[in-house]
């Protein structure tokens, strides 16, 4: 959920027009820091430690030499959350993409009375701007027209230095909301590949809240290829109040997951298992922002090797 005090500032135009300028002056400050000082700095402050980037070895070193050294157009491609659906349907998947009911160049043109009574919409070019449109519960449109406002005059490279972000289009796109049969949001099934091989599943219990926002209290549980819950952790903590049963279709899931990353040293291939019917999520180049304190260390230097560079 939003913040309370977020909420009251934008639902006034001054104090919004202001606590926007204040946000765009924290995140732009940084603009005039090279690539590698952005890195040093960004790393330091999420981690209390430094970056070798001269001599990568752990997998955020990795990460990060990829986000400042890599330049393929295929990654934006693939980044854009609308653009991405044509590379799926190109790999013969497009039976495991999600409905969409429209895409749109501003909040404002969103046209709701048209629209289902129930949609998920998010930003194509960002990472979290998102949010799940409800008719029979409350709305907050000035709310949520506020920070989807705030998000299409962004551009997301500045706040992460992802040269895959840079020259995506901002634009909104509606679709519907994936559920299970008990009306509850699905769990994220996140692989992270390999040279086209998946070698680790990191499964995101309860990342999404009831109003589509990514909640701060969600879990992540990390498994090898054959289900065995790992003893790895990023910065969540891990699920361990009952145990959670490997899907049915988890073979397919991983196949669909080393076709789609087949092109690319490393990324990260997400989908969601509703009811035994897999649906595509997105494809991510730099998990976790390159920012994820893998523990205990040596997995971090085991992800680390999974990393070709060139």
């Known amino acids: 959920m939003a913040h309370p005090l977020k909420v009251f500032l934008y639902h006034h135009t001054v104090t919004a027009k202001l606590y926007n300028i204040i946000r765009n002056y924290r995140r732009d400050r940084f603009n005039k820091l090279s690539d590698e000082e952005f890195a040093q700095m960004m790393y330091k402050e999420h981690t209390g430690e430094g970056l070798d980037l001269k001599n990568p070895r752990t997998f955020d070193e990795k990460v990060w030499y990829l986000k400042l050294h890599e330049r393929d157009p295929l990654q934006t491609k693939c980044t854009d959350k609308y653009e991405v659906r044509e590379y799926v349907k190109g790999c013969g998947l497009g039976h495991i993409l999600n409905e969409v009911y429209g895409i749109y160049d501003s909040f404002k043109a969103v046209p709701f009375d048209q629209l289902p009574d129930r949609f998920f919409m998010k930003c194509t070019h960002t990472s979290g701007a998102n949010a799940i449109f409800d008719r029979n519960k409350p709305f907050d449109y000035k709310y949520q027209k506020n920070e989807f406002d705030f998000w299409m005059k962004r551009n997301y490279f500045w706040g992460s230095r992802e040269w895959n972000y840079k020259d995506i289009k901002p634009r909104i796109i509606c679709e519907k909301i994936l559920e299970d049969k008990n009306g509850k949001l699905p769990m994220d099934y996140k692989f992270m590949c390999f040279n086209g091989q998946v070698k680790l599943l990191f499964l995101n219990i ?80 730099h998990h976790g922002g390159g920012c994820n304190g893998i523990e205990p260390k040596e997995w971090a230097y085991k992800m680390g090797d999974w990393i070709t560079l060139d």
């Open 206 to 285: 309860g990342l999404a809240t009831a109003t589509g926002e990514h909640a701060d209290d969600a879990f992540c549980n990390i498994y090898d290829r054959d289900f065995k819950l790992l003893p790895i952790k990023d910065e969540r903590e891990n699920y361990l109040e009952k145990e959670i049963p490997r899907p049915d279709n988890w073979e397919e899931m991983i196949q669909y997951a080393e076709i789609l990353s087949k092109p690319f040293k490393h990324c990260r291939v997400d989908f969601y298992n509703v009811d035994g019917k897999i649906y595509f999520g997105e494809i991510t180049f």
